[in-house]
């Protein structure tokens, strides 16, 4: 059992930055590939950034690509998100989730993940 919990959310204004959090619990952490899902009011939740359990390998979203920076620290079991240059379409709640069935790859379905932090809210004012 993994519980993770996420932290840095916040309201910032428009081409500001925010450094998101996600602290997990559970010995086997860095067996996981992990991911940052962001929702928006009326949308389906997506895969904003995903990183491999070696860190390794990552994934970008294509609208977050040179903007967004995930990585991991598995000594320190947290999953960091920095988001620079962010806009106001990038309003959403962020949520950390985990995937206990991968190690070197990374899924964009979110029903593959099988952990999920509460999530953190994220405003950007324009």
């Known amino acids: 059992q993994v519980q993770l919990v996420e932290s840095g959310g916040g309201l910032v204004q428009n081409g500001g930055s925010l450094r998101l959090s996600c602290a997990a619990s559970?010995?086997?952490?860095?067996?996981?590939?992990m991911g940052w899902f962001r929702q928006a009011p009326g949308k389906e939740r997506e895969l904003v950034a995903g990183?491999?359990?070696?860190?390794?390998?990552?994934y970008y979203a294509d609208y977050v690509k040179g903007r967004f920076t995930i990585s991991r620290d598995n000594a320190k079991n947290t999953v960091d998100l920095q988001m620079n240059s962010l806009k106001p379409e990038d309003k959403a709640v962020y949520y950390c989730a985990a995937d206990r069935r991968r190690t070197f790859a990374i899924s964009t379905n979110q029903r593959e993940y099988d952990y999920w932090g509460q999530g953190t809210q994220v405003t950007v004012s324009s």
């Open positions: 559970g010995r086997t952490f860095s067996n996981y590939a």
């Open positions: 990183i491999s359990a070696s860190g390794a390998i990552t």
